[in-house]
């Protein structure tokens, strides 16, 4: 889904959203909602967002751990309903990210190509958050960087039915509010909620890890890019905005590597393994932690794929030789 497809997406998801909220407000959100619909809400962002952070991120793009395959195909799946794109494109365009992270080639870099002066700021901002999303031209070709996905048969499924599946995930919010609530007004206000705030939210929160991610907040290691760690967006991102860590140690399964640290999505992987649905979890150890935070590991990370950040070309290559179901530990 490239070209003008793309754009019309991008379209349809960045305004569309915004529509249900402004909604929300002109029928008086505190009239016509409540608990139930807050409790849709939570649950509708929820999956979603661990389809995208435990799903297409850690477990399709960096393989930091593996799962049995309906599993596999149950996060991808919720990935997908995050409308956020198929899992095949989402996987090809982070993985580019990686091995060419703030570099010329990076999909979504804030610093590439700006101009000095806060005009550049503020422009590398919008194309790191949303921008990039409306180039026409934005293509990263799945059998250069996700050959081990475009040769699964599920994910080309899933990917194909990526509308489809789309529709069936903003029509499940409504359809439980009328279930909850036994009324039409309890569909709609459902399927505002659940629906749209909840894309308008996630879509933000995942996109301030691109743009907010790589201009503020605290670097622990030095990497070849600017990524930083923001922690008031660790909550809503699930754990992703701990984006400095992650670009250390990008196949770690955790990204909040410090006990404070909150990662909702390195402890629902925790619970998958500790029920049997997960195994190879890649774990840093606190030793590989010191070593690279003072600098000591730079040469090993570009020998080490479960290290260095610059590993998702071989990453793309060896993905072919790991069973892509998993097994459970």
Do not use: C
Not at 21 to 49: C, E, M, R
Not at 137 to 145: A, E, F, V
């Amino acid at each position: 889904m490239d070209g003008r497809a793309h754009q019309r997406f991008v379209f349809l998801t960045a305004v569309v959203p915004p529509i249900g909220i402004i909604v929300l407000f002109v029928l008086g959100w505190h009239s016509f909602s409540n608990w139930t619909d807050l409790g849709i809400l939570v649950v509708a962002y929820t999956l979603p967002a661990l389809g995208v952070s435990a799903g297409f991120h850690r477990l399709l793009a960096h393989r930091a751990y593996t799962t049995p395959k309906p599993v596999r195909l149950a996060l991808a799946v919720l990935g997908t309903m995050a409308a956020e794109g198929p899992p095949i494109i989402w996987v090809s365009h982070h993985r580019r990210h990686h091995q060419l992270s703030d570099q010329e080639g990076d999909p979504h870099s804030p610093h590439v190509g700006r101009a000095p002066g806060w005009r550049g700021v503020l422009g590398g901002f919008w194309h790191a958050h949303m921008g990039w999303l409306f180039d026409e031209r934005l293509s990263s070709d799945p059998m250069k960087y996700a050959p081990d996905l475009v040769r699964e048969k599920g994910m080309r499924w899933i990917s194909r039915y990526f509308f489809a599946i789309l529709a069936v995930g903003m029509l499940l919010p409504a359809l439980a509010g009328y279930a909850l609530t036994g009324t039409l007004v309890g569909a709609l206000t459902g399927f505002l909620w659940g629906s749209l705030v909840r894309t308008f939210l996630l879509h933000h929160a995942t996109y301030a890890v691109n743009s907010v991610g790589h201009m503020t907040g605290r670097r622990r290691y030095e990497v070849r890019d600017r990524s930083r760690n923001v922690f008031w967006l660790a909550l809503p991102s699930f754990g992703e905005a701990w984006h400095n860590n992650h670009h250390a140690f990008p196949r770690s399964a955790r990204h909040g590597l410090r006990w404070w640290e909150i990662d909702l999505s390195g402890l629902f992987i925790r619970s998958l393994r500790l029920v049997g649905l997960a195994g190879d979890v890649i774990v840093i150890s606190p030793e590989r932690q010191r070593a690279r935070a003072q600098g000591r590991s730079r040469v090993a990370a570009a020998f080490d794929p479960d290290e260095g950040e610059g590993d998702e070309a071989k990453l793309a290559g060896a993905a072919g030789r790991r069973p892509s179901g998993g097994g459970a530990a």
